[in-house]
Each structure stands twice: as C-alpha cells, then as structure tokens.
C-alpha cells in the first residue's frame, strides 16, 4: 500500500505561480512512474504530467512550458511547479502512482493503481 498525500494548493491571480508537493508513505523503493492529474468541475481527470523511475517527465500540451515535474526519491515526494496559471488551470490537483512500472505507460488514468486524495488549485482572472 501506497499512501500519496498532496499539499501547496490555492488560490492565485492569473500569471501568478504555485508549487504542490506530494509525499509517499511508506517510503520504500520509488522507482515507479509517479504523476500529476486533474479535474475540474463537470469534467474528466485528465493528466498533466509524469515523470519516470529514471526521471523522464512528460507533459501534456496545455501545460508545456509553464509547469515542470520533478521527484526526489531520497524523500519519497512528487513536486510540480506551476508558473504563468491560467483561469482554466483551475481544477483538483491529484498525483498519482503507477506502482506496476519504472517507466510510464500513457496517460490514462487507468494506468495508476495509487491516488492522493487532492489538493484545489484556483486561479482567477
């Protein structure tokens, strides 16, 4: 069992920047893929980004450029920089594991058998 507990949510201006933080417990071998999805009011979760055993992000379109992903396996925590935020990155903001793979499979949703419990993002404009 894996348990992801996000944090460093808010509220903030568009332009503006937030960095959320997520801690695995127990902290055991991280080399798995780990990520960061969200969702907002109404619709699907979607992925923002991943990164894998080795260190590899990936980040989907609408977010390239302004977040950046990264881990530090020594502490067993997920981060995710988030600069120049728009409106419409308001959403829940998940991480999640892949515990089954070192190396990311996709982006759906399905591929993550661990999921923290979310922390809310909200930008205005």
């Known amino acids: 069992q894996v348990q992801l507990v996000e944090s460093g949510g808010g509220s903030v201006q568009a332009g503006g920047s937030l960095r959320l933080s997520c801690a695995a417990s127990p902290y055991t071998d991280s080399g798995y893929c780990v990520g960061w999805f969200r969702q907002a009011p109404g619709k699907e979760r979607e992925a923002v980004a991943t990164?894998?055993?080795?260190?590899?992000?990936r980040y989907v379109d609408s977010v390239k450029g302004r977040f950046t992903v990264s881990r530090d396996d020594t502490k067993a925590t997920l981060s995710l920089q988030m600069y120049s935020l728009k409106p419409e990155d308001t959403a829940m903001y998940y991480c999640a594991a892949d515990t089954t793979r070192g190396l990311c499979g996709g982006w759906s949703k399905e591929l993550f058998n661990y999921w923290g419990q979310g922390t809310q993002v909200s930008v205005s404009s």
């Open positions: 990164i894998d055993s080795v260190g590899t992000p």
